[in-house]
């Protein structure tokens, strides 16, 4: 790796540097083929996050795993579209420890601090079809949280029992297993939702991972 000096300039007596042209660009294509993970409560050893990542997904495309300092892994993985298939097969347990897997986003920093909300995948039973669209779907999990994707085959229209959507939940959310979904005619119908997985929630210190009172 060869680097290069870059001239620093000055702003009201701050020094400051501005990226050269590309960098973004280059770092861009490896990081979308990233997934970030962190444990919500007790993490488990490098040794053995690695050891488990490994054999669930070396057979997906997983190319390393790195840990950092504040609790975060990466799994670094050949593609996007492997990344992609590793978390529409979500949710994953590491040793039944609560282990949370998010793709990486522009502009994430891997800072520890208290979790009030996390990824939960849920199922949603009975939306109409004319429904099965990213406006129809962002509707109805937007009861549950903040929608963040579908999975492949509820996108395809290859699975019509139910849609199962990946929603971003707060610890303030009640977690509940059914709502009114409001059709044009002002008629409503049920939606009944199965989550996947449910930590615990600790309505003390209002973190994840743990319960309390």
Same mark, same amino acid.
């Not at 998010?102 to 979790?115: C, D, G, I, R, T």
């Not at 406006?135 to 994707?149: C, D, E, H, W």
């Given at each position: ?25 280059? %770092? +861009?294509?490896?990081?979308? *083929? /990233?997934?970030?993970?962190? #444990?919500?409560? =007790?993490?488990? $050893? ?14 997906? %495309? +997983?190319?390393?795993?790195? *840990? /950092?300092?504040?609790?975060? #892994?990466?799994? =670094?993985?050949? $593609? ?134």
């Amino acid at each position: 790796m060869e680097l290069e000096f870059v001239k620093p300039s000055s702003m009201n007596g701050e020094i400051f540097v501005q990226p050269l042209a590309n960098a973004k660009t280059e %770092g +861009l294509l490896e990081c979308k *083929a /990233t997934l970030i993970s962190y #444990f919500l409560h =007790k993490k488990l $050893s490098y040794n053995t996050v690695c050891r488990i990542a490994k054999k669930l997904w070396s057979s997906k %495309g +997983l190319i390393d795993t790195i *840990a /950092t300092d504040t609790g975060f #892994f990466i799994f =670094k993985f050949k $593609s996007e579209s492997d990344c992609k298939l590793v978390l529409d097969e979500g949710p994953w347990t590491f040793s039944n420890k609560p282990f949370i897997l998010k793709q990486w986003h522009l502009n994430m920093q891997f800072v520890a601090k208290p979790y009030t909300s996390i990824p939960l995948w849920v199922k949603f039973y009975n939306i109409p079809l004319e429904y099965w669209n990213s406006k129809g779907f962002s509707s109805v999990a937007s009861a549950i949280g903040i929608p963040l994707f579908a999975d492949e085959i509820t996108k395809s229209k290859r699975r019509l029992s139910y849609a199962r959507i990946c929603i971003e939940v707060s610890l303030s959310q009640d977690l509940f297993d059914s709502f009114k979904l409001r059709l044009d005619d002002d008629s409503f119908i049920t939606i009944n939702d199965v989550y996947q997985w449910k930590t615990p929630a600790c309505t003390s210190c209002m973190e994840f991972g743990h319960s309390g009172i």
